[in-house]
């Protein structure tokens, strides 16, 4: 198991307008090059942006390939989507940490 993880590790959500962008993928970047560390995107807002996690990875002197390929991104576009990408990756991806980026856009949306 990756360090800093457990059986349960819960998720971590990050909300907050675009101003916030660059800290989210600077921690993602380096999440993606620790040693071990495999973390799991659940972006609901369309908000991740590989290129910023790649220009993070080269800054700090890490080839990008590495850190976007420790990587595993899911969008959702949906509520619905949201809450399935959730359940498997509860199931299938156990002790992986989690970043649930925007997670109340799509949940807000009328048609829901």
């Known amino acids: 198991m990756a360090e800093g993880t457990t059986a349960h590790s819960p998720p971590i959500v990050l909300m907050g307008d675009a101003s916030v962008l660059p800290l989210v993928h600077r921690v ?30 080269r800054r700090a002197g890490h080839q990008p390939e590495a850190a976007l390929n420790a990587l595993l991104i899911c969008r959702a576009f949906t509520g619905y989507q949201e809450l399935h990408a959730l359940r498997r990756l509860a199931r299938f991806a156990p002790g992986r940490r989690v970043y649930l980026l925007n997670p109340l856009q799509v949940l807000l949306d009328e048609d829901l």
């Open 28 to 57: 993602l970047a380096k999440r993606a090059m620790l040693h071990g560390m495999r973390p799991v995107i659940v972006d609901c807002g369309g908000v991740f942006d590989p290129y910023a996690v790649a220009l993070e990875a």
